[in-house]
């Protein structure tokens, strides 16, 4: 019996925290691994991003141009070119869109056996998705960046604060959006499937993360409602300015700062949402 | 029309009908998805007024030419879209094994996997697109002849086809490449986003590839230069708007070809 | 002349396996290695084998969706894939794991549809639907949408599609494929009740070979490719010497040494009171004759999914 005692023995605080980082490392690391099985998608998604890297480069530039000697939206030309072609890349490391895993598994019923793990659904998801998130570092943003980097100039950032910022906002960028992918494809709990609030999120967020064009060319009252109202630019648009250092280290820290807190608010409520899910599953099944 | 004609067409018909009655069944989301459709346009003509409003003119055109190239460009595409914007859903159809179910069929492979699954929801971006091309056509100073008339029927047409034959081309890609992912998109939305701007924008390799050796820059800006009166600054003479239709229809050869010879692989290689 | 033949039929696949850490290498696997067979009207025949051994390959050429590699193959008279079209209008294929129908419309509205696909008489469409409704016991969820139905259900949905059109011979790739007991003996049934009628050639592939059993007079074993065998299941049995079986219960031990010509003792149970023999050349009553206190007996037929396993292992 003496094995079966020590499976059951009390597990100390510093024991806690431990086992709950290896889970969460070894379910990212599970991300990460599934999407490098997709290594023919990932060369098909890198080129997509490429070509319309270009697509979205030209026309900035031409908007320079066409500016004469005044910058629009506060931009030079290579920081347009940079935020072209980083936005490319990060585009799939936030992974906006397509992602329904969530709402499949509420629909086909499979959820029931998430909620049977002793992790958090919400954690669940998150870890992999971060490890997702790291596979695209590597093979979705490098790639469209590099062939960006042969055709334009680009800016060099020169705070020696900017890369660690940027990095930090990547990691908040992520977070968000999975908290908001995670409660888009929640609905699925309440409405028969998400396809609508999935529609509307995949056609908002390219045009409020800035992906379809900087925010900062919009009127600044509206620019400014959009980044503290909505948690949209956090996406994209605060990476990007982040790094190509639009504004002064000051505000460049208090736009993280109000990705963190919307990040962190989201996380929040998608737990909250779960909670009144699974109550209501709890209803129904008896 | 033969009997023979006729009945084929009845059962085409019929397809038709199967897709217009399955969404009666999903009314709300249909409803949804409709309106997201109609917001969708809506936005991708908003971006391009928030760019010129960014700046004086884009390559040297104004916001109001631009506008007629980019509704020119999203009228012919949105018609494509909805006559066969689905085709790119064939990985789908060869993964579950629709394609199959399709080739045990009397009707031909195409048409029947189109009229199964035509996207009607995508219905009302067709008039937000026709009302932009309106605002267009009368905030510039056109100078009305017969040939300018025929033309403004041809691009529009002419563009769909042309999209068209690139979504069938982009999806026949995956006969070949099951796992090609959104590289098909490249072409189909990448094609549209290029046309939505005049094609001086675009420089080097990247827009003589687009613009003439892919035949893009034949859909929406060489037609507004014609019906504009303005001289091309890359130096095509003032006809070549109307070559459109030509391109249009090369572009389709190309297509059935292709599709064609995607069959024909998928036929001996199995899913 | 048959109305199915293939001569030296042939399917080739290049598949592409990894060869060290970035190279892959293509190698040709032939899924269907040469198979000449033919099938006459009327004919029930069961098409078995292990999983990839080229029943559905072999399915897809008969249907015109898949081109064969090299050989001959003609169904009703027409070549499958150049003459797809036309063919399709005298084959009903029905696959296990696809659906013909319309997933969010009712059955019946998939049927009328498939009338117009198929350009059928209303007349004859109304006579034929009606003899798979009743024979199907179809009315109770002509008005369910198909995605609401079970799976046995779904399954007798699919049947009747592929008969509506009336077809000269019927494809079914695993009809009976995750169905519950009872849904296997309607569609069993059905099917056998077609067979009756002697127009209808069918041909089957399947796991279960109860499927065989029930409906199938000709039974072709497919295996990597190749026809191993090809005969009613009778000839199975005889050329792989599967044979009945006999147990006996007796009231007093079986003596030692018994021994009966043509019969051979397989095992002895609770303290020698029951014996098990293989009736290899001799019948039951040669046994049971030699016997005395004979209690209880029972034969057991010989089992072919033992058979096929055998096969399958060869």
Known sequence: MDGLDARVRWISAGGWVRNSVTTFGALSWSGFRRYSTYRQATIAGAFTNTVFGFLRCYVLLAVVAGAGGSAPGGYRPDQLATFVWVGQGLLTVVALWGWTELSDRIRSGDITADLLRPVHPVIGFLAPDLGRAGHAMLFRFLPPLAVGALFFDLYVPGRPCTIPLFALSILFATVGSLAIRYLVNATAYWLHDARGPMTLWTLSSGVLAGLSFPLRFLPDWLAITLWIATPFPGLLQTPLDVLIERDPPPRQLALVALQAVWATSLLVLAVLVQRRAERRLVAHCG | MNAKTKELLGAYLALLRGQVHSLTSYRASFAVELFSNLGGTTLDVLTVLVVFRATRSVAGFSLIEGLLMVSLSSLGFAMADFAVGNIDRLKNYVRTGTMDAVLVRPLAALPQLLLMDLPLRKALRLVVSGAVLVVALRSNDIVWTPSRVVLLVLAPVAGAVFFSSIFVLSASLTFWWIDSGELGSSFTYGGRDFTAYPVPVYAGWFRAVFAYAMGFGFVAYQPALALLGRADPLGLPSWAGFLSPLVAVVAAFFAAVVWRAGIRHYRSTGS | MSLIQMHNLRKDFTVRVKAGRFRREKRIVPAVNGVNLTFERGEM???????????????????????????????????????????????????????????????????????HIYRVPADAHAGRLKRCRELLDLDDFMDTPVRQLSLGQRMRGELTAALLHGPSVLFLDEPTIGLDVVSKQAVRSFLAELGQGGDLTLVLTTHDLADIERLCR??????????????????????????RRLVVDLDVPLPEGFAVPGAELLSVEADRHRATFELVTTQVGAVVSELTALRDLSVVEPDIEDVVAKLYRA
């Not at chain 3, 001959?72 to 894939?81: H, K």
């Not at chain 3, 990597?224 to 049995?237: Q, R």
């Open chain 3, 45 to 115: 025949a069961g098409y078995i084998g292990p999983n990839g051994a080229g029943k559905s390959t072999t399915l897809k050429m008969l249907t015109g969706v898949l081109t064969p590699s090299s050989g001959d193959v003609r169904v009703c008279g027409l070549q499958p894939v150049p003459q797809r079209t036309k063919l399709a209008l005298q084959i009903g294929v029905v696959f296990g794991q696809r659906s013909q129908l319309w997933w969010d419309l009712p059955l019946r509205d998939s049927f009328s549809l498939l009338r």
């Open chain 3, 218 to 243: 000709r039974l072709v074993v497919i295996d990597h490719g190749s026809v191993v065998h090809d005969g009613t299941i009778e000839a199975l049995h005889a050329r792989y010497g599967s044979h």
